[in-house]
């Protein structure tokens, strides 16, 4: 079955970067000139998923209004020519695409916001895709994962490695090497201490669930922090179906950290000809003051 549909858990509040995300929902927050959330909307299109579903909560409703159409901006950038701002601003969501939204009234974690979209996703496997975690990859993770998911017809968890000592920030896999850059997984255990950890291989945000995953969340069980983890929920679907992780070729960063953040703007900036040159210069400089 093809993967048609990607849930993005957006209602948290952003709190590390308090007070830019007081008024302003953390997705928002600008890497270079698009908004977090859009590299990871721009992935799921980019991988043929056909609905986005947005579990919102509270003061997001800049969300909904980025990926909606803005008659006054339209007609404003057409009347002044300005034509490649106005392909800009009017192609984040292609023709064959939806976005539809809805709330997680309660904070009770990852896996409660995705079961929030259980009704909308249905009898189907799906992904979830976390905005937090931008990717820079030659082709996007996602479309990786859904062709192994092609073959495999088994969730899967995207991983990387990790530092031992940060093993507590992360959902970590014992595993086994499949094929490739697919694993195995025997187990799962969210944030364990570096002296538990079965591995230094982390979880990071991007999967493929089977619809199996909804009937587990909906008991409803709480683990690390009081909160409904998603990491649980996959270790009880494991003892039923495989899981497998899976080694993506690009570069992560942790955009929900502000050194993580910093970093992909740096890195994408880069990637841009228009800034290169004088970002080039301008680090240049610095390393050079700061060496002496």
């Known amino acids: ?8 858990p957006v209602a948290g509040l952003g709190t590390r970067f308090l007070p830019a995300t007081k008024a302003m929902p953390k997705e928002m927050l600008p890497v270079v000139d698009k908004p977090i959330i859009q590299y990871a909307v721009e992935e799921a299109f980019a991988a043929g998923i056909e609905q986005i ?3 919102t909560g509270r003061g997001k409703g800049a969300l909904e209004d980025h ?18 701002l106005l392909k800009e601003s009017i192609s984040m969501v292609p023709d064959q695409g939806r976005i539809v939204y809805t709330r997680q009234n309660e904070p009770l974690g990852l896996g409660h916001a995705i079961w929030c979209a259980k009704d909308i996703v249905g009898d ?8 937090d975690d931008m990717i820079k990859s030659e082709v996007p993770v996602l479309t ?9 017809r ?3 968890a995207a991983v990387i490695e990790v530092e031992q000592s940060e093993t507590d920030k992360y959902g970590i896999i014992d595993a086994e090497q499949d ?3 697919i694993l195995r997984i025997n187990g799962l255990i969210e944030k364990p201490s570096p002296s538990e950890a079965p591995s230094n291989l982390a979880i990071i945000g991007r999967y493929i669930l089977t619809p199996k995953i909804f009937d587990i969340l909906g008991q409803k069980q709480t683990g690390a922090g009081g909160e409904i983890q998603l990491t649980d929920a996959m270790s009880i679907l494991l003892k039923e179906q495989p899981i497998f992780g899976f080694k993506f070729k690009g570069t992560r960063f942790d955009c929900g950290d502000k050194a993580g953040f910093l970093k992909a703007n740096i890195a994408f900036a ?7 040159d004088q970002l080039v210069a301008y680090i240049q400089s610095l390393c050079k003051n700061h060496a002496g």
């Open 154 to 156: 088994s969730s899967m």
């Open 144 to 152: 990786q994962m859904v062709k192994e998911f092609e073959r495999l």
């Open 124 to 131: 189907e496997p799906f992904a979830v895709l976390l905005a």
């Open 67 to 84: 990926f909606d159409h803005s008659r006054e901006l339209e007609e404003m950038l057409s009347t002044k020519g300005k034509d490649f």
């Open 53 to 55: 579903i947005f579990v």
């Open 1 to 8: 079955m093809k993967i048609k549909k990607a849930v993005f």
């Open 179 to 181: 094929i490739d850059q």
């Open 270 to 276: 880069l990637e841009k000809p228009e800034l290169r």
